[in-house]
């Protein structure tokens, strides 16, 4: 079993920036692709990035290209997400997740295992 849980999601008007956690604890997690998605009120869960266990390859949703980064540090157990530039439509409770089976990138949310509980980001117009 791997736990997650992310941290760092708060308010900030648009064109700020945030820099979300998510800390992996239980097995450990750094041979796990790793992902971020995001839902916004009345919206499906959508993907927002994703990196290999290694930290080398990442991919990322057309709409946050550019703007938001990922990347994760192995010896601390974490992931980050790295936002800059925020719009309004950015919006939404952010989760991050683990994908036991992978250790490549992945988009889909049925090939996850585990999730945080998320964390709520809101980006003021």
């Known amino acids: 079993q791997v736990q997650l849980v992310e941290s760092g999601g708060g308010l900030v008007q648009a064109g700020g920036s945030l820099r979300l956690s998510c800390a992996a604890s239980g097995r450990t997690a750094s041979n796990y692709a790793m992902g971020w998605f995001r839902q916004a009120p009345g919206k499906e869960r959508e993907f927002v990035a994703s990196i290999s266990g290694s930290g080398v390859s990442t991919y990322y949703a057309d709409s946050v290209k550019g703007r938001l980064t990922i990347s994760r540090d192995n010896a601390k157990n974490t992931m980050y997400l790295q936002m800059n530039s ?7 409770v952010y989760y991050c997740a683990a994908a036991q089976r992978w250790s490549y990138y992945r988009v889909k949310r ?3 295992d585990y999730w945080g509980q998320g964390t709520q980001v809101t980006v003021s117009s």
């Not at 719009?87 to 939404?92: G, R």
């Open 86 to 92: 925020l719009k309004p439509e950015d919006t939404a």
């Open 110 to 112: 049925s090939e996850y």
